[in-house]
C-alpha cells in the first residue's frame, strides 16, 4: 500500500521559511513523478510545483524564485523548501503521485488524476 505523508507545516510571519517533506512508503522513487499542490480556503487544489526524476522541477508563476522542490531517493522523501513566505501562501500543502496526464494547473484536492495524495499539512503565513 502506497502512502503519502506531509509535515512541516506550521505558522510564519511574512518573509519568513518552511520546509514540507513528503514521506512516500510503499512507493517506488524510480521514474517517480511527484507534484506539490494547494488549496486555499474555498478553492482548489493549485499546482505548486512538480518533479519527474532525474529531471529539472517544474515551478509555477508564483513560486519561482521562492520555492524549491527535491527529492531524497535514500529516504523516500520529496522536500518543498518555501522561503520569502506571503500571507497568499497560507494553504493546506498536499503531495501527490503518479499523475494520469500532465500536471493539471488547477483540480480537485484529491482527483484521481493522480494515484495517490497525502492528507495535507496547513501552513499559515500571517503577522
Known amino acids: 500500500e502506497v502512502r503519502l505523508v506531509e509535515s512541516g507545516g506550521g505558522s510564519v510571519q511574512p518573509g519568513g521559511s518552511l520546509r514540507l517533506s513528503c514521506i512516500a512508503s510503499?512507493?517506488?522513487?524510480?521514474?517517480?513523478?511527484m507534484a506539490w499542490y494547494r488549496q486555499a480556503p474555498g478553492m482548489e487544489c493549485e499546482l505548486v510545483s512538480g518533479?519527474?526524476?532525474?529531471?529539472?522541477?517544474h515551478y509555477e508563476d508564483f513560486a519561482k524564485g521562492r520555492f524549491t522542490m527535491s527529492q531524497d531517493n535514500a529516504k523516500s522523501t520529496v522536500y518543498l523548501q518555501m522561503n520569502s513566505l506571503m500571507p497568499e501562501d497560507t494553504a493546506v500543502y498536499y503531495c501527490?503521485?503518479?499523475?494520469?496526464?500532465?500536471?493539471?494547473?488547477?483540480?480537485?484536492?484529491?482527483?484521481?488524476?493522480?494515484?495517490?495524495w497525502g492528507q495535507g499539512t496547513q501552513v499559515t503565513v500571517s503577522s
Open positions: 510503499g512507493y517506488s522513487f524510480d521514474n517517480s513523478e
Open positions: 501527490a503521485a503518479d499523475p494520469n496526464s500532465p500536471w493539471a494547473a488547477q483540480l480537485p484536492c484529491g482527483d484521481d488524476e493522480f494515484r495517490y
Open positions: 518533479l519527474i526524476s532525474n529531471e529539472d522541477p
